[in-house]
């Protein structure tokens, strides 16, 4: 059975102190939730200007560097499915990467995807999956492994029936670098994600899954609304065949990460639904 876990960026407004981190992540296994996935920008102090991205992005990283997450994860009782990191931290030094995943518990680091990147240029893409197998493979030799994650940039055309992501799939190795499937990302850019399960088959190791949708109620000022994350079950993705098709490839984890458009702005209100979806699939 897939580990249901929460993925820790969508929780910087609620993850500023220690006691705030013990009660949210409470809160996250009274839900039903098993797991958490870290992210690098999280466990440990950043710069000015992440802080002010992410601000803006509407999804904070917040204050926590600076906590003892190695005790408070453990106090916690949630299993670390994975560690979010950046490309250019694998490359420089492998085996701390490798080495600060397993002083969690967890033998996967996944790749968040790439700033001001070309992903609308083939030799890019391609020049992104060698570097992707190189540092695999230097994490495999540390017995970690490495998935990428996407957002929606990697859709972007190459070539009639090519995209980045397709490109990504054939050119990297399996022995050294699998996915974690954001549909969420995938289904905003006009692709098809359960396609996208079936391309990647046994290489989707872990799943961000989200919901899409509006709030509007009532009458509509104009003929077009503006879609965001929903909390799952109220939105319009095909939830129910994704999550047949998750389990049909053998998903290790099913981790929720919505973003800001939470109900009542509450993430711990927003996860506490969506597990009330989440815990009659998994």
């Not at 466990?43 to 003892?68: C, E, N, Q, S, W």
């Not at 197998?133 to 029936?161: D, M, T, W």
Request: with cysteine.
């Amino acid at each position: 059975m897939a580990v249901k876990a929460v993925q820790q960026f969508m929780l910087g407004t609620v993850m500023n102190t220690e006691a705030q981190v013990r009660d949210t992540m409470q809160k996250m296994k009274e839900a039903g939730y098993g797991g958490i996935e870290l992210c690098g920008f999280m466990i440990h102090p950043t710069g000015f200007m992440v802080r002010m991205m992410t601000k803006a992005a509407g999804m904070p990283v917040g204050k926590g560097g600076k906590l003892d997450w190695h005790t408070l994860v453990k106090d916690s009782g949630l299993e670390v499915v994975s560690v979010h990191q950046d490309l250019g931290s694998v490359e420089r030094d492998p085996a701390a990467v490798a080495q600060e995943a397993h002083r969690f518990g967890t033998d996967k680091v996944v790749i968040t995807g790439m700033y001001r990147f070309p992903y609308g240029e083939r030799d890019a893409v391609k020049e992104l999956a060698a570097r992707l197998n190189k540092a695999g493979e230097a994490l495999h030799k540390e017995g970690v492994s490495l998935l990428y994650h996407n957002h929606n940039c990697e859709f972007l055309r190459l070539a009639p029936g090519v995209n980045g992501y397709g490109l990504l799939l054939t050119e990297t190795d399996p022995a050294y670098v699998n996915f974690e499937f954001d549909s969420y990302w995938c289904a905003d850019c006009g692709a098809d994600p359960l396609a996208v399960m079936d391309a990647l088959g046994p290489r989707m190791k872990l799943w961000h899954i989200n919901d899409r949708g509006t709030r509007q109620t009532g009458p509509c000022m104009t003929p077009i609304l503006k879609s965001d994350s929903m909390e799952l079950g109220t939105g319009s993705m095909p939830l129910d065949a994704l999550c047949e098709k998750a389990k049909a490839v053998g998903v290790e984890a099913v981790i929720l990460e919505s973003h800001r458009n939470w109900i009542d702005k509450s993430p711990v209100k927003s996860f506490r639904l969506s597990a009330n979806y989440l815990n009659t699939r998994f």
